[in-house]
T-cell receptor
């Protein structure tokens, strides 16, 4: 079965420090991987995706993610965290169907950045 | 671009009544829209995939007769919670994908969500 896992429910980082939010996946075939961010009482915002090509993917708000096939991981990173990055982050795998592909989400990781 | 709206943003209804939630893609056409349910600080649970002009595809365990989905046009999908009960109280979120993954897209654009409280 296709799935993604986020092993950490919460990540705490000091402002200015680098941050990593972990994601591992289990898919048959080529993985299509996404990261989304959710602020309180809001919908999700797309950050970045890996479809093919370079393993390092750059996205919105200074975030990037590294696709690692051997470790089946797609960790989200940012060199210098901001307090405003505090939110709920979701990793997702895309299942391609003939008409629209559905996303399967990980359980989410709450990122807290302290001043 | 790629803005998705939802209406209402929050609603309170009495047990036994029905509630309709609208999801609109404002600046693009969406052949497919998705409906999710989210409990506090938990992940999104896909309820159904809504296809314009055809019946929705429901995920296992989701009651079709309770959660009625209509995708009337390329910019509008509605979710009606029928005979609502307190356990239906939740945050409902819709999304749409503007371009198929096989065409370089695949990312979904999400509405802001609707908070439903059933008393």
């Amino acid at each position: 079965a296709q799935s993604v896992a986020q092993p950490e429910d919460q990540v705490n980082v000091a402002e200015g420090n680098p941050l990593t939010v972990k994601c591992t996946y289990s898919v048959s075939g080529n993985p299509y991987l996404f990261w989304y961010v959710q602020y309180p009482n809001r919908g999700l915002q797309f950050l970045l995706k890996y479809i093919t090509g370079d393993n390092l993917v750059k996205g919105s708000y200074g975030f990037e993610a590294e696709f690692n096939k051997s470790q089946t991981s797609f960790h989200l990173k940012k060199p210098s965290a901001l307090v405003s990055d505090s939110a709920l982050y979701f990793c997702a795998v895309h299942l391609v169907y003939n008409q629209g592909g559905k996303l399967i989400f990980g359980q989410g990781t709450e990122l807290s950045v302290k001043p | 671009g790629a803005v998705v709206s939802q209406h209402p943003s929050w609603v309170i209804c009495k047990s036994g009544t029905s509630v309709k939630i609208e999801c609109r893609s404002l600046d693009f056409q969406a052949t497919t829209m998705f409906w999710y349910r989210q409990f506090p600080k938990q992940s999104l649970m896909l309820m159904a995939t809504s296809n314009e002009g055809s019946k929705a595809t429901y995920e296992q365990g989701v009651e079709k007769d309770k959660f009625l989905i209509n995708h009337a046009s390329l910019t509008l999908s509605t979710l009606t919670v029928t005979s609502a009960h307190p356990e239906d109280s939740s945050f409902y979120i819709c999304s749409a994908d503007r371009q198929a993954l096989t065409s370089g897209g695949g990312e979904q654009y999400f509405g802001p969500g609707t908070r439903l409280t059933v008393t």
